[in-house]
């Protein structure tokens, strides 16, 4: 029988490959951050092709939103916000964000991420540089104002304090209020920190 001989080179993909890609870059993001994280770097770290990694993931977003776990895809989120009226974006914005958290599979992933985030410094880390590329870039750039930034910033701190206050907390009355009021009440100070 003649021995199979291995040519050099990164492994093929094996069984799991693609779980060992995505902890790979769950890895490389907490180390590294998002915007030093490479799709090659991730690539060498799990020991395999390049090209395997791209036939996974089509970009480094994509596996950002896989190795967080991310119960939504933050660019579908940035283009539902951006798509539309101005005057109209709080509104958007609450009803993309709360609506996440409305679904059972939804609420379970976010509280399992708040809570990394709140406890772990590199899940921190991720969250802040991801979305910052993935939500605050594209929707401050609509603004189209200075301090955008700053403006969706603020629009960052009125959600996570609900968030937690209605989903993490369970604060009464925020707790049980239906969804629509909530929407109804926040919107119109999202759309102050937005365009007022």
Request: glycine share 8%; proline share 6%; no cysteine.
């Amino acid at each position: 029988m003649t021995p199979v001989r291995r040519t050099p080179g990164r492994r093929p993909g094996g069984p799991d490959t693609r779980g060992e890609i995505v902890q790979a870059a769950r890895e490389s993001f907490a180390d590294k951050g998002f915007e030093a994280t490479s799709m090659r770097a991730v690539a060498r770290q799990a020991g395999v092709d390049a090209a395997l990694v791209h036939h996974y993931f089509d970009s480094k977003d994509e596996l950002f939103i896989e190795a967080l776990a991310l119960p939504v895809d933050p660019r579908m989120i940035a283009a539902r916000i951006v798509d539309g009226p101005r005057d109209e974006i709080g509104r958007r914005i609450a009803t993309a964000f709360l609506g996440i958290w409305e679904s059972a599979e939804g609420q379970q992933r976010m509280r399992a991420l708040f809570r990394s985030v709140l406890s772990s410094d590199e899940v921190a880390r991720m969250m802040r540089e991801g979305i910052t590329q993935m939500i605050v870039v594209p929707v401050s750039q609509m603004l189209a104002v200075p301090d955008a930034r700053l403006r969706v910033g603020l629009v960052a701190t009125q959600l996570v304090g609900a968030a937690i206050v209605r989903y993490l907390v369970g604060l009464e009355p925020i707790a049980s209020v239906d969804v629509e009021t909530l929407i109804d009440r926040l919107a119109p100070v999202l759309q102050q920190h937005l365009t007022g």
